[in-house]
């Protein structure tokens, strides 16, 4: 699989509990629970993205925006 590297600034105390989960097991490296988390995130917000572009849709049905 390709992969594409990103750079990011966090927090240190965002680190430092990432890295506790990397040492406690919950992950292999950093990168698998980085990735594992924007994956979850991503996950758990599309339905509310779609759910938003809906509404307005039903809106602009309703009521127009001209």
Not at 12 to 22: C, D, M, Q, S
Not at 34 to 59: G, I, K, W
């Amino acid at each position: 699989m390709n992969k594409t590297v990103i750079q990011a600034e966090l927090p240190p105390e965002l680190t430092a509990r990432a890295e506790t989960y990397v040492k406690e097991g919950w992950a292999t490296d950093f990168n698998e629970l980085l990735a594992d988390a924007l994956r979850r995130f991503l996950e758990s917000h599309s339905s509310r993205v779609t759910e938003a572009f809906v509404m307005e849709d039903v809106q602009w049905g309703l009521h127009g925006n001209d």
